[in-house]
Nanobody
Framework: QVQLVESGGGLVQDGGSLRLSCVAS???????????MGWYRQALGEQRELVAG???????EYTDPVRGRFIISRASAKNTVYLQMNSLKPEDTAVYYC??????????????WGLGTQVTVSS
């Protein structure tokens, strides 16, 4: 129904920046039905967690450790979401996943997932 493809991960030094992108594609009606989109991350040995989410009407949510450093945004083509990550820290190292749902509220368990992109912050 919906495929999510992430890009923009990589290796960066402590204090550096990265910008992640996620594009949704697939069945026309399924993609156009997407409302909430978000970024999630899973560090080695940890559970996957919501990093930031955004809805079509512009509501955003951030987990406390990234508030003030990360910014989630959405392209005018509503099937694209970005995560600008600034002042990166080694503890931000994780696989970052894009998630999307037809719900109008940000969810910790979206219906659709991307395959993930690795972000590694070296100290």
């Amino acid at each position: 129904q919906v495929q999510l493809v992430e890009s923009g991960g990589g290796l960066v030094q402590d204090g550096g920046s990265l910008r992640l992108s996620c594009v949704a594609s697939g069945n026309f009606f399924s993609v156009n039905g997407i409302n909430a989109m978000g970024w999630y991350r899973q560090a080695l040995g940890e559970q996957r967690e919501l990093v930031a989410g955004i809805t079509l009407d512009g509501n955003t949510e951030y987990t406390d450790p990234v508030r003030g450093r990360f910014i989630i945004s959405r392209a005018s083509a509503k099937n694209t979401v970005y995560l600008q990550m600034n002042s990166l820290k080694p503890e931000d190292t994780a696989v970052y996943y894009c998630g999307a749902d037809w719900k109008s509220t940000i969810t910790h368990t979206p219906r659709f997932w991307g395959l993930g992109t690795q972000v590694t912050v070296s100290s």
